[in-house]
């Protein structure tokens, strides 16, 4: 072997450069520059289903925006959705299993691989719907989210529905009577530690005259104190949340949406235990009703009251107390229930409305601003409410507070929102979800409410509601 020294490279062996080689090599690079990637297919991250009377939501929850096109086939009834740029994963076949045998509207759903990046659902239908497909932003917990609601051709008589489901008497309704019971000796202290305090009175706004925009609106005069009113009183009672809104999340896993459906359903059959009182629920399901629509629900059966059931949450687990709140035309009495007027307003934005429908719902709602004779009214409910729930738990404030609250906005009917308890605090939270407090809180909410009726008769109306 020669020394290092003696070691010589070997020539590398190159072709000439040419301009043809040059031209060659840069084309290659433009090519490779310009040249579009292939699109990556969109992922589906979670398919739910959310059956009810009012009507069937799909969602599908995926990582980018989708784009959706969809048609009916008749004989049989068939709606069939392509959906772009996705490919079939896992997670939407598992669409398939969702589907509930109690489902009003979908008989089966089969999902399938139309051609490259489509998909095509294919939902076998039990009775005529009219599909509404929109797409949703990020908001909340959720991701971008593709959704399809299932309505019924016929919209449904409220009315109708209650008179099926509610067991009345023909006979004339008694009128409404005071409670009997021996009240509550004192308050429990509100969540500051200061002495009792008795529930503040409302304080008595001056109507100011407006002009009737609605003909529905009910002109009739109070009857005079002792005159008997013969015909059934109607309340309006709304769970708040449901569906893909879950509202206030408690420490141990439990949910507002559930917690306020399980109390509601209790409220209502109370309630319907007197002899004058029947109860429309503006859900009786876990699905999702928009704020608007849950206003309109009342207006329709022309309820004489709006309650609506919420479980408090706050960032400090240490807030407690129950409260009422009314609407206010001229800004919140608090900041708190400023914030929580803000919070529960959000509630469209997580649940997923439609903004076509959205828009014509406020519009219907809002026409009409509410009269200060209503909040008037829904002060005294309030208040009378509020101190029936002072009885059995602590008050976060000893009087009703006020805020823009966008499901309290029907201009005729005297509304209220009830925040039962703290869900984020733990020690509410295991009340919430005892069946004993329950009952108590409903039993409360009923004398409250027959007690505003004993001082505030409700007017006259057409028997035939």
């Given at each position: 072997m020669p020394p290092p020294s003696q070691i010589r490279p070997e020539p590398l062996i190159t072709s000439p450069i040419t301009r043809?080689?040059?031209?060659?090599?840069?084309?290659?690079?433009?090519?490779?520059?310009?040249?579009?990637?292939?699109?990556?297919?969109?992922?589906?991250?979670?398919?739910?289903?959310?059956?009810?009377?009012?009507?069937?939501?799909?969602?599908?929850?995926?990582?980018?925006?989708?784009?959706?096109?969809?048609?009916?086939?008749?004989?049989?009834?068939?709606?069939?959705?392509?959906?772009?740029?996705?490919?079939?994963?896992?997670?939407?076949?598992?669409?398939?299993?969702?589907?509930?045998?109690?489902?009003?509207?979908?008989?089966?759903?089969?999902?399938?691989?139309?051609?490259?990046?489509?998909?095509?659902?294919?939902?076998?239908?039990?009775?005529?719907?009219?599909?509404?497909?929109?797409?949703?932003?990020?908001?909340?917990?959720?991701?971008?989210?593709?959704?399809?609601?299932?309505?019924?051709?016929?919209?449904?008589?409220l009315i109708a529905q209650m008179i099926e489901k509610g067991d009345w008497s023909s006979d004339p309704a008694k009128p409404p009577m005071a409670d009997t019971r021996t009240p509550p000796p004192a308050?429990?202290?509100?969540?500051?530690?200061?002495?009792?305090?008795?529930?503040?009175?409302?304080?008595?706004?001056r109507p100011d005259v407006r002009p009737d925009l609605r003909p529905e609106q009910r002109p009739e005069a109070r009857p005079l104190p002792g005159q008997k009113v013969v015909r059934l009183i109607t309340i309006a009672l709304d769970p708040g949340h449901g569906g893909e809104d879950p509202g206030a999340t408690g420490s141990?896993?439990?949910?507002?949406?559930?917690?306020?459906?399980?109390?509601?359903?209790?409220?209502?059959?109370?309630?319907?235990?007197?002899?004058?009182?029947?109860?429309?629920?503006?859900?009786?399901?876990?699905?999702?009703?928009?704020?608007?629509?849950?206003?309109?629900?009342?207006?329709?059966v022309q309820a004489d009251l709006f309650v609506s059931i919420h479980a408090d949450a706050f960032i400090q687990p240490s807030a407690r107390g129950s409260s009422v709140f009314v609407l206010s035309e001229k800004g919140a009495t608090s900041s708190a229930a400023r914030w929580m007027a803000n919070k529960e307003n959000q509630a469209d934005l997580i649940g997923g409305v439609n903004v076509k429908n959205h828009d014509q719902q406020l519009a219907s709602v809002l026409l009409d601003l509410s009269t200060t004779a209503q909040i008037n009214d829904s002060m005294k409910l309030g208040s009378a409410v509020l101190r029936e729930i002072g009885g059995i738990?602590?008050?976060?404030?000893?009087?009703?507070?006020?805020?823009?609250?966008?499901?309290?906005?029907?201009?005729?009917?005297p509304s209220i929102l009830i925040e039962t308890a703290f869900i984020s605090n733990p020690e509410e939270e295991a009340k919430l979800t005892d069946n004993a407090y329950q009952d108590q809180l409903a039993d409360a909410i009923v004398t409250g409410i027959k007690n505003y009726f004993a001082k505030n008769p409700p007017l006259a109306k057409s028997r035939s509601t």
């Amino acid at each position: 072997m020669p020394p290092p020294s003696q070691i010589r490279p070997e020539p590398l062996i190159t072709s000439p450069i040419t301009r043809r080689t040059v031209l060659k090599a840069g084309g290659t690079l433009l090519l490779s520059v310009f040249t579009p990637l292939p699109a990556m297919a969109a992922q589906i991250l979670a398919v739910r289903v959310w059956p009810a009377a009012d009507y069937t939501r799909v969602t599908l929850e995926n990582d980018s925006i989708l784009k959706a096109t969809h048609f009916i086939v008749k004989d049989p009834e068939r709606l069939v959705i392509d959906i772009e740029g996705l490919e079939l994963n896992p997670t939407l076949k598992g669409l398939v299993a969702k589907i509930q045998s109690n489902d009003p509207y979908i008989k089966q759903v089969r999902v399938g691989q139309n051609r490259p990046n489509v998909v095509r659902l294919v939902f076998d239908l039990k009775e005529e719907v009219r599909p509404q497909l929109f797409t949703l932003p990020p908001a909340g917990s959720y991701n971008h989210r593709l959704i399809f609601d299932l309505y019924p051709v016929q919209e449904p008589d409220l009315i109708a529905q209650m008179i099926e489901k509610g067991d009345w008497s023909s006979d004339p309704a008694k009128p409404p009577m005071a409670d009997t019971r021996t009240p509550p000796p004192a308050l429990p202290l509100p969540e500051s530690g200061k002495p009792p305090v008795a529930v503040a009175p409302p304080p008595e706004i001056r109507p100011d005259v407006r002009p009737d925009l609605r003909p529905e609106q009910r002109p009739e005069a109070r009857p005079l104190p002792g005159q008997k009113v013969v015909r059934l009183i109607t309340i309006a009672l709304d769970p708040g949340h449901g569906g893909e809104d879950p509202g206030a999340t408690g420490s141990r896993g439990s949910r507002e949406k559930d917690i306020v459906l399980s109390i509601a359903k209790r409220l209502k059959s109370k309630l319907e235990m007197q002899p004058n009182m029947r109860v429309m629920l503006t859900r009786d399901a876990d699905f999702f009703v928009p704020l608007g629509m849950r206003v309109e629900k009342a207006r329709k059966v022309q309820a004489d009251l709006f309650v609506s059931i919420h479980a408090d949450a706050f960032i400090q687990p240490s807030a407690r107390g129950s409260s009422v709140f009314v609407l206010s035309e001229k800004g919140a009495t608090s900041s708190a229930a400023r914030w929580m007027a803000n919070k529960e307003n959000q509630a469209d934005l997580i649940g997923g409305v439609n903004v076509k429908n959205h828009d014509q719902q406020l519009a219907s709602v809002l026409l009409d601003l509410s009269t200060t004779a209503q909040i008037n009214d829904s002060m005294k409910l309030g208040s009378a409410v509020l101190r029936e729930i002072g009885g059995i738990n602590r008050l976060h404030k000893g009087s009703v507070e006020q805020a823009g609250f966008a499901v309290l906005k029907a201009p005729d009917i005297p509304s209220i929102l009830i925040e039962t308890a703290f869900i984020s605090n733990p020690e509410e939270e295991a009340k919430l979800t005892d069946n004993a407090y329950q009952d108590q809180l409903a039993d409360a909410i009923v004398t409250g409410i027959k007690n505003y009726f004993a001082k505030n008769p409700p007017l006259a109306k057409s028997r035939s509601t």
